[in-house]
């Protein structure tokens, strides 16, 4: 936090830093290209096999968010159920975020299928290639954070349900 990144401006605040990213990192690099067309409102139809793909990516979503991402659900069983309340689960129902799921969701799938193919991947820049792999790193990072706070909840409620049981054997 103490070097200096481009495009990112610190501001130190009496009781916080705030980083402010210039707007230039979120525009596609030249060598990108656009998939589908958007319409006025930045929106666009989706077809059936998108549309069982989004239901797919909630699906797993939801599991994961409920801790029963190894168990095996039907759509139909997805469908009926109703999804467990969680309250120190932020609330991500917002338009925004749902568009940012499926574009996070449309650019792993356009990946993966450039991944196979080298040379769709020879035209990249170099710059972008580093701005690439910094965003990679970053956003390793914070999973990795992600997934160590969810592990430390994880310990967290055991412990408690483990404190629970030996509660109510002492009880009895």
């Not at 501001?11 to 030249?30: G, K, N, Y």
């Not at 069982?52 to 990516?57: A, E, I, P, R």
């Amino acid at each position: 936090m103490d070097a200096d990144v481009a495009h990112v401006t610190k501001i130190q605040e009496e009781d916080r830093l705030t980083c402010v990213l210039d707007e230039s990192l979120f525009r596609c690099p030249a060598s990108y290209t656009q998939i589908g067309n958007a319409g006025v409102d930045g929106r666009r139809q989706f077809s059936m096999e998108e549309e069982d793909d989004l239901l797919q990516f909630a699906i797993q979503q939801s599991l994961i968010e409920s801790g029963t991402e190894k168990e095996e659900v039907d759509i139909w069983e997805a469908l009926k159920s109703q999804k467990p309340s969680r309250p120190e689960t932020p609330n991500l129902l917002g338009e925004e975020e749902r568009q940012l799921q499926r574009a996070i969701q449309a650019s792993l799938e356009l990946y993966q299928q450039n991944a196979s193919n080298p040379e769709l991947l020879e035209n990249v820049s170099p710059e972008s290639d580093s701005d690439l792999h910094m965003a990679l790193l970053l956003s390793q990072r914070e999973q990795e954070k992600e997934r160590l706070r969810e592990e430390e909840e994880r310990m967290k409620e055991e412990k408690m349900l483990e404190e629970i049981l030996q509660l109510s054997l002492k009880e009895k």
